[in-house]
């Protein structure tokens, strides 16, 4: 089916390709499916697929020594309550800047959840939810949105296991654009044609899993 967005390829490298629109499950998967992700900011919807792409192999995620107790103490869980998770991410960034995670963007990517795309990975000590991150999984892609820590290193746990579980079904993992963070748990940032080529082939392989939510987090 042909796209209603614009070719990513020919898009600005670091400004929208679009704006407008809603964030309809139908168009949210037309979108990610062409390496655009939106962008909400003051009730307006931004559409973006920036050049160079920010990603993930899971194998080259980089496990500090630091990190180790946390992975020891912290549980992680996939998929246990979606729909808690994204309105903790939600409140969490309340409380410190205006946040793009509105009821629309809450709304629409539990519906995406609900119809098998998007997930959550929840971090939590001593049963208390303390972090974790949240994305969408088409084919062998996981396209990552936010993360999260109220506790220390709460995020960086998260991704630790998403990765180290993902690693053996050969997925990788869009984190849109680098930032100190990202870099220092090993993104690599590529050019955009080289996403879209990946996306293209991985986004069409089957995952090499029934459920998200079946998968034993992976922290050793």
């Known amino acids: ?25 139908e168009i949210l998967i037309d979108a990610y ?45 996939f998929d246990y309550n979606f729909r808690n998770f994204i309105n903790f991410c939600k409140t969490q960034r309340e409380l410190k800047e205006p946040t793009w995670i509105d009821q629309n963007v809450v709304d629409s990517y539990t519906q995406m959840h609900d119809l098998g795309y998007a997930h959550s990975v929840e971090v939590y000590y001593n049963d208390e939810l303390i972090g974790g991150l949240y994305g969408l999984i088409f084919g062998k892609v996981f396209c990552g949105e936010s993360m999260i820590s109220k506790g220390k290193n ?10 180290k579980t993902l690693a053996k079904y050969d997925f990788i993992i869009d984190a849109q654009v680098m930032n100190p963070h990202l870099e220092f748990m090993g993104a690599k940032d590529i050019s955009r044609d080289e996403f879209l080529a990946i996306l293209k082939i991985k986004s069409n392989q089957p995952s090499g899993f029934a459920k998200f939510s079946d998968l034993e987090p992976n922290l050793e």
């Not at 089916?1 to 499950?25: H, Q, R, T, V, Y």
């Not at 709460?154 to 990765?163: D, N, T, Y």
Request: some cysteine; glycine content about 6%; hydrophobic content about 40%.
């Open 33 to 77: 499916t062409h390496g655009i992700f939106p962008w909400p900011c003051d009730g307006m919807i931004f559409w973006h697929s920036p050049d160079p792409r920010a990603i993930f192999y899971p194998k080259d995620v980089k496990i500090q020594k630091s990190l180790k107790p946390f992975l020891r103490d912290y549980r992680v869980k």
């Open 1 to 25: 089916m042909k796209s209603i967005f614009p070719d990513p390829s020919k898009a600005p490298k670091d400004e929208p390709l679009g704006l407008g629109g809603d964030l309809s499950s």
């Open 154 to 163: 709460a995020s960086k746990v998260a991704l630790v296991a998403l990765a």
